[in-house]
């Protein structure tokens, strides 16, 4: 279950002149009763940049659509993996609730993938510009149970794998299990929460934000990741969270007893495979247009961010 993070700006041009307006060593930690040993967005959006420039049509303007990625400290979002937000607003003193929603069959907070049990996760994203990724900055989300909202998480570290991680065709394109990567970590400003108990605050989510430094080319890849913490339990990993949505992903887990991957599956009643959620960040070459402007047109625009 995956989106990209683009949004669509409505840009208005003409032959010689423009206008353009910016529009808008366990394995899981399961809910039932206590944090047992069991199988086993993302929030709001960086800002949009906005384009700035005349704010006036000259007649005969010709509408195009600018596909213009969000921006977050000088680089763009290229991949979005998906959401933790199902509620927001909706937790403990009004701030956003990721709900384990028991009521459709799920029933596991979040996933094992601490260093200090040698449990890892993992899950796949395709590049797709032709120009290919210039990556540098992965964005995870795992919390501590019973942590503050000043972030325990202390150690990340991630590979990018050219196929499935661990299959004998399969080659590390970036990073290795033992670097810590971590560049910062903060509070998100989300609780994950059983759907029973949407004020809990026990699970304060943590966005923890590594290092890369590596050009993709286009195609398919699996990255894998594990965190540490300061704390006895976890660091977990929070699943892709969708309302009314059990089945959101493909994910893998390593388990370090035997060294083998397999498929992230909720042990509740519905037995749903499940995704994570993660985000890139980097730099695209070019800014691709939906549509082309004629030959002999020109615009001027700067970018800027809120």
């Known amino acids: 279950m995956k989106r990209s993070g683009f949004e669509v700006l409505h840009?208005?041009?003409?032959?010689?002149?423009c206008a353009a307006l910016g529009v808008g060593g366990l394995?899981?930690?399961?809910?039932?009763?206590?944090?047992?040993?069991?199988?086993?967005?993302?929030?709001?959006?960086?800002?949009?940049?906005?384009?700035?420039?005349?704010?006036?049509?000259?007649?005969?303007?010709?509408?195009?659509?600018?596909?213009?990625?969000?921006?977050?400290?000088?680089?763009?979002?290229?991949?979005?993996?998906?959401?933790?937000?199902?509620?927001?607003?909706?937790?403990?003193?009004?701030?956003?609730?990721?709900?384990l929603q028991s009521a459709i069959g799920?029933?596991?907070?979040?996933f094992g993938h601490s260093v200090s049990t040698g449990f890892r996760v993992a899950d796949d994203f395709e590049v797709t510009a032709a120009q290919g990724w210039d990556v540098t900055t992965i964005s995870f989300f795992a919390y501590q149970t019973g942590s503050p909202t000043t972030s325990?998480?202390?150690?990340?570290?991630?590979?990018?794998?050219?196929?499935?991680?661990?299959?004998?065709?399969?080659?590390?394109?970036?990073?290795?299990?033992?670097?810590?990567?971590l560049s910062t970590t903060q509070f998100m400003d989300v609780y994950r929460v059983l759907d029973t108990d949407p004020a809990g605050t026990s699970r304060p989510v943590m966005e923890v934000s590594a290092t890369a430094g590596v050009h993709l080319d286009p195609g398919t890849y699996w990255l894998d990741w594990q965190t540490g913490g300061t704390l006895?339990?976890?660091?977990?990993?929070?699943?892709?969270?969708?309302?009314?949505?059990?089945t959101t992903g493909d994910g893998l887990q390593f388990n370090p007893t035997g060294a083998t991957w397999s498929p992230?599956?909720?042990?509740?009643?519905?037995?749903?495979?499940?995704?994570?959620?993660?985000?890139?960040?980097?730099?695209?070459?070019?800014?691709?247009?939906?549509?082309?402007?004629?030959?002999?047109?020109?615009?001027?625009?700067s970018a800027t961010q809120p």
């Open 232 to 246: 006895a339990s976890g660091p977990w990993a929070v699943p892709i969270s969708i309302v009314g949505t059990a």
């Open 152 to 181: 325990t998480i202390d150690n990340v570290n991630l590979r990018i794998w050219d196929g499935l991680p661990g299959d004998p065709g399969s080659t590390v394109v970036f990073g290795d299990p033992t670097t810590n990567r």
């Open 27 to 99: 394995r899981a930690d399961s809910g039932l009763a206590a944090d047992i040993a069991v199988g086993g967005g993302r929030a709001g959006s960086p800002p949009v940049a906005q384009l700035a420039g005349p704010q006036a049509a000259p007649a005969g303007a010709r509408v195009r659509e600018l596909v213009f990625p969000q921006v977050l400290g000088g680089a763009v979002i290229l991949h979005d993996n998906g959401p933790i937000v199902t509620h927001p607003g909706g937790g403990a003193g009004g701030l956003d609730a990721s709900h």
């Open 11 to 17: 840009w208005t041009a003409a032959a010689l002149g």
């Open 264 to 301: 992230v599956i909720d042990n509740g009643t519905a037995a749903a495979p499940q995704g994570f959620p993660f985000v890139i960040y980097g730099i695209l070459d070019q800014m691709p247009f939906l549509a082309d402007f004629e030959e002999g047109d020109f615009s001027e625009w």
């Open 106 to 110: 799920l029933n596991v907070y979040g």
